[in-house]
Each structure stands twice: as structure tokens, then as C-alpha cells.
């Protein structure tokens, strides 16, 4: 074993050190993956400057860990966005099934003939969290902003008097400026960890709980029992930690699995 590999090594047994500490089981085995993940990356590095770069996010991850586990809430703050997807690869493994739907037709291209300028197509669930002010830090989205996003000029709309009097806008740019607008916003959204369905009560809708449920994709950790472990984290306020921060908020705010308070990490999806 070389330097490079004791000093990666040494890392990852300090690293490890600090995961035991952490007082939820969830919180142990994402961050014991992760640091196997990060440790194993480093050491297939071959180029030294990228290495040390790695190594040095590995410690910084290692101090927030350590900074969490002595009280300090902001780290531990951290902590929570990284193990539920609010942030990093977590983040982006969750949403990227939101992120088109196999189901639905591909929109027409904007210009005729050309593959490459379809508009982006929002799925049902995207659709819902962008619309919603629980999956966002922000304001959410209007349904209009969807079909014709306010980055784009009045002129883009053939019918308008700017188009009337300027010309037609670029298809080009349109396209461009739709698929601009489509990535800046799905990335400020806070992806939940599983959907919830409300099916319809209107008279004569022949749909059932069941039929809605098995359309809507399973999506985060469906089937798994990461939400009813975090219900039961949040309860165990005052004798080791704090109550989950506000700032995770991801979706709509509905009953929780323990039925004591709403439960913050479930996408409510109306059918």
C-alpha cells in the first residue's frame, strides 16, 4: 500500500468513525455507502490533483458530520438534505424519472422536420411539484407558465401584436428558451420521497383508489420503509436530536404515516 492509498484509507477509518455516531439507522447507511462510494472513487483517480481534490470534499463531509453529531444544528441541517435527496446525487436519482413520462406522446417539433426541436415535456408528477409552494423555495408555477414560460417573449406568440409588427420569433430561439427555462426550474424543485394518490370524488367518475394508485409511477423510496422510519425519527425530538428543519419541506404538507402531524416528504397527487 503506497501514501496515497494509507491516506485515503486513514480518511475513510475517520470517516466511519464519525457515521456511528449518527443517531438514526437511515442516516448510518447513506453515509456509510457514501463514504465507500467517495473513498473507492479516490483511489481509481490516477491524476494527483484531481485525487486530492476529491479527498478534500470527503473532509469536508467528515466535518460536517462530526459538527453534526456535536450539536450543531446547521451541519446537521446538512446532514438531512444530503441522506433525503434535498441536494447532491441523491437528488438528481429522484428526479430524473420525473423528468419525462414513457407514457405520454412526444410533443410536435417546433420546427418542422427537425427531432432536435421538441419542446420539453412535463410529466404529470413534475407537473404537480412545480405548481406546488411545499416542493419550492420559491413561488411555485402557474399551469401557464408551463405551456408558455415567461422567459420567452410576447413576439414568440404568433397572434401578438409584437409578432404582428416585428415578424415571427426565432423557432430556434424559442426552442432554446424553453428547454432554458424547463432544466432552471425542475432544479429548484425538492423531490419527495414517494407519491401520494387523492382520487376523484366527482359524481360518476368510475375510477378507484386502487386503479389511481397503479397509474401513477412508484417513484423514491416507494416500497421501501424510509418514510415510516422518518416519521418515527421526527418523534424522537428531545432525546438526541432536533425536529427535521422547515427548509425540507419537499412537497404537499398531508396526514403522516403516524398520524400525528403532516407528514412533509409525500407528493399529493390528485386524480
Known amino acids: 500500500m ?5 491516506t485515503i484509507a486513514s480518511v475513510y477509518r475517520s470517516y466511519i468513525r464519525e457515521i456511528r455516531r449518527l443517531p438514526h439507522a437511515y442516516l448510518r447507511r447513506v453515509f456509510r455507502l457514501k463514504a465507500e462510494d467517495d473513498c473507492r472513487a479516490a483511489l ?8 486530492k481534490g476529491k479527498m478534500r470534499r470527503v473532509s469536508k463531509t467528515i466535518q460536517e458530520v462530526r459538527a453534526a453529531n456535536n450539536g450543531n444544528h446547521l451541519a446537521f441541517n446538512r446532514i438531512l438534505d444530503l441522506a433525503y435527496g434535498r441536494v447532491g446525487r441523491l437528488k438528481w436519482e429522484l428526479m430524473e424519472p420525473l423528468l419525462s413520462d414513457p407514457n405520454a406522446p412526444l410533443p410536435p417539433p417546433i420546427i418542422p422536420g427537425k427531432e432536435s426541436s ?33 422567459i420567452l417573449p410576447e413576439r414568440a406568440d404568433p397572434n401578438s401584436s409584437d409578432a404582428l409588427i416585428l415578424g415571427p420569433f426565432s423557432k430556434r430561439r424559442e426552442v432554446n428558451a424553453r428547454w432554458k427555462y424547463f432544466k432552471q426550474e425542475w432544479k429548484k424543485v425538492l423531490p419527495p420521497l414517494q407519491i401520494s394518490v387523492s382520487p376523484s ?3 360518476g367518475d368510475q375510477g378507484s383508489e386502487l386503479g389511481a394508485s397503479a397509474a401513477v409511477r412508484k417513484i423514491g423510496f416507494d416500497g421501501t420503509v424510509v418514510l415510516e422510519e422518518l416519521g418515527s425519527f421526527n418523534d424522537k425530538v428531545g432525546e438526541y436530536i432536533w425536529c427535521l428543519p422547515s427548509k425540507t419541506m419537499v412537497a404537499q404538507e398531508i396526514s403522516g404515516v403516524t398520524g400525528k402531524a403532516p407528514h412533509p416528504y409525500i407528493l399529493l397527487i390528485a386524480q
Open 201 to 203: 370524488q366527482e359524481v
Open 44 to 51: 481509481r483517480t490516477e491524476c494527483d490533483d484531481r485525487r
Open 2 to 6: 503506497n501514501h496515497g492509498q494509507q
Open 118 to 150: 421538441r419542446p420539453p415535456a412535463y410529466s404529470q408528477e413534475l407537473t404537480a411539484l412545480l405548481t406546488s409552494g411545499f416542493s419550492r423555495k420559491k413561488k411555485p408555477l402557474v399551469l401557464d407558465d408551463l405551456s408558455f414560460p415567461p
